[in-house]
C-alpha cells in the first residue's frame, strides 16, 4: 500500500452524475467527502470546450474534450473511446481505439460495442439531456413476461417502480428536468405526490414533431398488426420528452435557447451537466483530486479499507501513488470503468473486488439505436432547436416483450447530422456534394432535383437547391431494450494505457430477441415513413461491422450506441447472481457502493441517466445512515 | 440588419471572452487596424495600386464571391458602402467579424496554383455583368475552377477544402477557426445555424425560421 495521502468519512470514485450528486447530498450533512477524479478538474467556463467543437473537422460527440482524439491510447493517461474509432479499420485496433474489442474465442461472434463516455470533472457532459422513467415493468420483466420461459434472459429489479418514484421526483428537482406530468402518464407512469408537477414546464415541439403527430395519429389494426401488441394499435401519440434542460431559467442557469447542440454542448449550460452539482459539492467543502486515477481498492478482513490512486501531472508526466482511507467508498466510475478497477483490484482477491458472484463486468448493455433518415415532401427546418425533442414512447411497453425487445421512437431535430457518410456529417456531405458534383448524400440525384445527376452548382442554384433539400431532411431513431447476456463482457486487456493500467477489453453482441426488436422497428420505420410521404435514405454501410440479416427483411439492419452504458454489477437480491443489493451495496463488502447504470438488472428503453441518479440520491440516505456505524 | 444581430451575439458569446476583438476595441483602433485589416495587393493582379481604390482586390473577391455563392455582398461584408460610380472603389468596410478579411488571407495563403489572383481579374472584368462570372468560371481551367469551389465551400462551411482534393474527389476538410464554422452560410441558407451557435431564443423551434439573420440571396437574373 502507497502512502496515505488523505483520509475522509467518504471516498468517491468519479465525479459524473451520480458521483457528484452523492457527494453534494453528503456535504450537506457535514460529512467529510473526497473525490479522485482520473481527469482533469472543473474548467471556469466552457470556452475552451467550445472553441475546440467549433474547430473540429468531426464533430463528434468527444470532440470538446480532452484528450486530442488523434492521440495513441498507449500514450493517453486517462483514455477513453470516440465515436471516430467504430469503423471496420478501427474498431479493433488498439492503437487508435481505447477499447480493446478483439476477441480470443474463435466460437464467439463479437460485434463492437458503439458507446462512448468521457473521463474527466464531471463525466460524460456530451449526453442528450433527457430524462424519461422507466415505466413500471422494466423493473419487472421476468416476472411480467417470462411466464413459461425458463430461459428467459432477463433478471427482475429487487426494487420496484413505486419504490424509486419519489427518488424520481427528487432527481427531476437536482438534474431541472422540463416535462408535462399529465402528458407523461403512459405505460403505467404514476407519480408519487398527489398533483405532481415537474420543475418546469415541458420543452415546445418541434415542427417535425408536430409533423410526425399528425401523421401517426390514425392508424389502422391491419397496418399495425405487426408491433404484437394485446389491443390493437389504431393511432399513436407523439409526446414532448422529459429533459433535464431548462424550458424557464431554473438554479441560477438560463432557459435553453435550442443551440441544437445538446450532444456534444450546451453552449449556455442550459442543459444539467453534471459539473453544476459538482460546483455546489466543492463549495459546500467537498475535495476534488483530479488528474488522480484509481487504481486498486484495498481489503482488510472482508471490508474496503483503502484505495490506491496515482496522482499524475499533464505536463511534466510525473506521478505520485497515494492511497485514501475513508470509512465508506464509493466507486461512480460508470458501466466499463468500475468493473476494470473492481478488476484490476486483483492482487487482493484474485477473481477482483466485490465479484465473489462473478457477475463484475458481465451484462454489458447499451439501448442499441436504429437509425433511420430521409426527405419529407416539404419543409420542416431541421437543424433548430434541441437535438431531440418529442419520442413515440407507448410501444416501450407491452405483451410481445415476452417474444422481442420493446422500443422507444426518438423524432430527431439535427436531421443527418449523424446519419449520411462523408466527412462532417451533414450538412456538410450535402453541401460537399451540389459543389462539387458528388452525391455521398444521395440527394445529388435529378429524381429530387430536377438537375442532371451529380451536379456542380453556384450561385443561385447552389442556395435554392440547398435550401430546399436541407430543410426537408429528418432523422429517426429507435432505442431498443438490449437483453442481458453474461458473455457481453468487460474484462482487462493485455494492452495498457500511459499509467501502465490495463486497458477494458469487451466482448459484445446483440441477441436474437434484440434483433426481433431492431427488426420490429425497421417494419415501424416503413410504416412512418409512408405516413409522413417521405422517400427513405436509410443505409446500411457495406462495412458496417454490426449489421445483420434478419428473415424476411432483404436489407442488412445494424444499430448505433446510444452511450448508455449498463448492466456490469447489477443489484440484486440474490449474492450469487448480483454483485450489490438494492442500496447498491456490496454483497461482499459493507462499506463498498457501487452506483451508476452498471447496477441495472435490466434496462428498459428510457435513457438511464435521471434512473441512476435517483438510485445515487437513495445510496446517499443509506449512507447518510450507516455513516455513524463506522468508526 | 443582419450584422446587428450577429455582433450582438458576437458580443456576448463565448468567443468574446475567449480574447475575440470587441466592437469597442476595434473602434478604438481603427487606425491602428487599418493597416493589418487592408488587403495587400496581389502579385499577379495588374491593380495593385490603380485608380480603383486601396481595396480594389477586397471588391473583387467580395463580387466574386456574391455571384458564387448566391448570397448578396451586403451579407458577406455588412459594413460595406458602395461607391455608385465604380464599384472596385467601395470601402468594403470593417465589422466586429471581419470574416471576409480571414477568408481573403486564407484563400491568399493556401492558393497553390497562383488562381486566385486570375479569379479576381474575372470579377473585375465582369463587375458590369455579374451574371457571366459562373459561366465563365466553369470555362476557366481547372485549376481556376477548383479553388472557385474551395472559396464556396470556404464560405458555406468554413471549411477549407483544397482544390487539388476536389479535383481528386476525396475531402479532408480543415474548419479554418471556430469563427469561421459559425459564420458559415449554409446553415442560414437552410433556414437553421450552425449547430452551437444561434442567437435565437426559447421555443423558436416550434415555429416557421423567422430568423433575422437569415442572409439576402443574390440573383444576378433580378438586379
Known sequence: MADTCITCDVAIVGSGFAGSLIANQLSKKGIKVVILEAGPGIQPNINDAMARFYAASAKVPESPYPPDLADDPATVRVGRPTALTLSQSTWQNTSVAYLDQNTDDPNRKTRPFKSTYERLAGGTSHWMGLTPRLVPNDFQMKKTYGAGQPDFPFLDWPISYDTVSPWYEKAEAELGVSADADEQRFAGITFSTPNYAYPMPRIPPSLFDQRVGKAVAQLTEAETQFLGTAAPVTGLRVRSLPAARNSQPYRNRRACAGNTSCIPICPIQAKYDATITLNEATNNGVQLIDHAVASELLVENGSISGINYIKYDEKSGSRVDCAIKAKVYVVAANGIETPRLLLMSRNQIATGIANSSDMVGRNLMDHPQYLTWGLLPDPVFPYRGPLVTSAIGDLCDGAFRSQRAAFRISLGNEAWSATVGGTGGDPQTTTLDFINGLNASGLNKKDFTQLADNSALFGVDLTKTLGGLISRQFRIAFAVEQSPDPDNRVTLSSVKDALNLPRPRIAYDISDYTKRGIATAFRMKELIFSKLGAIDFTKVAETDPGKFNVDGIEVPLTYGGAGHIMGTYRMGDDPKTSVVNSWLQSHDHPNLYLVGSGTFPSVGTANPTLTLSALALRTTDKIVDVLPSYQ | ?223
Do not use: C
Open chain 2, 1 to 223: 440588419m443582419d450584422h446587428r444581430r450577429k455582433r450582438n451575439a458576437e458580443g456576448a458569446g463565448p468567443l468574446a471572452q475567449a480574447g475575440e476583438v470587441s466592437r469597442r476595441a476595434m473602434v478604438a483602433g481603427t487606425v491602428a487596424m487599418t493597416a493589418v485589416a487592408a488587403v495587400l495587393p496581389l502579385a499577379d493582379t495588374a491593380y495593385a495600386e490603380n485608380a480603383e481604390g486601396p481595396d480594389a482586390d477586397m471588391m473583387a473577391f467580395l463580387l466574386l464571391s456574391e455571384a458564387l455563392t448566391g448570397v448578396s455582398r451586403q451579407t458577406l461584408a455588412p459594413e460595406l458602402v458602395e461607391n455608385k460610380n465604380e464599384i472596385l472603389s467601395s470601402d468594403p468596410g470593417i465589422d466586429p467579424i471581419n470574416i471576409k478579411n480571414a477568408y481573403f488571407a486564407w484563400i491568399n495563403a493556401n492558393d497553390a496554383t497562383s488562381s486566385f489572383g486570375k479569379l479576381l481579374q474575372l470579377a473585375k472584368d465582369n463587375r458590369q455583368s455579374l451574371g457571366d462570372i459562373i459561366p465563365k468560371v466553369n470555362g476557366s481551367a481547372e485549376d481556376i475552377k477548383f479553388l472557385a469551389r474551395s472559396i464556396v465551400l470556404l464560405w458555406y462551411l468554413g471549411s477549407w477544402y483544397k482544390p487539388d482534393d476536389l479535383k481528386r474527389k476525396v475531402a479532408s476538410p480543415k474548419v479554418v477557426s471556430p469563427k469561421a464554422y459559425t459564420q458559415g452560410l449554409v446553415w442560414q441558407i437552410a433556414g437553421a445555424h450552425p449547430m452551437g451557435y444561434s442567437n435565437l431564443q426559447f421555443g423558436y423551434w416550434s415555429r416557421d425560421p423567422r430568423d433575422p439573420n437569415r442572409p439576402a440571396l443574390f440573383d444576378p437574373a433580378k438586379t
